[in-house]
């Protein structure tokens, strides 16, 4: 039986919050529910995936739901993280896990560059938008929602 071990995987960081040999991608199709965000996929496993999210000054990324859960380590600047109906300001290092199906939205509303690891399975279902009616629940169970979540329902 052959049994390889995997093989290691470098890639040395760069002081601009990139990494040698990693390219730097757009977010996801452009589809209006997201602004400013930039995608580092840093290792693609057969068990995780570890990239490295950058959303610009004002952006925002997609307020949707998954299966899957999600990790994620602030790294640079200040953010605001939406989980559910709850309100999370995030700034370098600290951690917040969602758990699968739990309304999320990551937002660089605070006056800085919001960067951050985000760790996923692998093998994981695609997003899906909230709709108007499930926004509409979010902001009923928190008033304060409304003048942050920008969202386009599905």
Not at 92 to 98: K, R
Not at 114 to 131: Q, S
Request: include cysteine; proline fraction near 8%.
């Amino acid at each position: 039986m052959d049994r390889r071990e995997p093989e290691v995987i470098f890639f040395p960081f760069r002081d601009d919050f990139t990494w040698e040999g990693v390219q730097t991608k757009i977010y996801k199709s452009p589809d209006n529910s997201w602004l400013g965000v930039l995608r580092n996929e840093i290792i693609k496993t057969d068990e995780i995936h570890y990239r490295y999210f950058e959303i610009q000054k004002g952006g925002y990324s997609t307020l949707e739901k998954h299966e899957h859960p999600h990790i994620v380590m602030a790294l640079r600047g200040r953010g605001t993280v939406v989980a559910g109906a709850e309100i999370y300001e995030m700034a370098p290092f600290d951690v917040i896990h969602i758990p699968p199906w739990k309304p999320h939205q990551l937002l660089a509303n605070r006056g800085d560059v919001f960067g951050f690891i985000c760790v996923v399975p692998a093998k994981r279902d695609r997003p899906r938008k909230l709709t108007k009616q499930e926004v509409e629940e979010l902001i009923k169970e928190n008033p304060r929602l409304k003048d942050i979540l920008r969202y386009n329902p599905a």
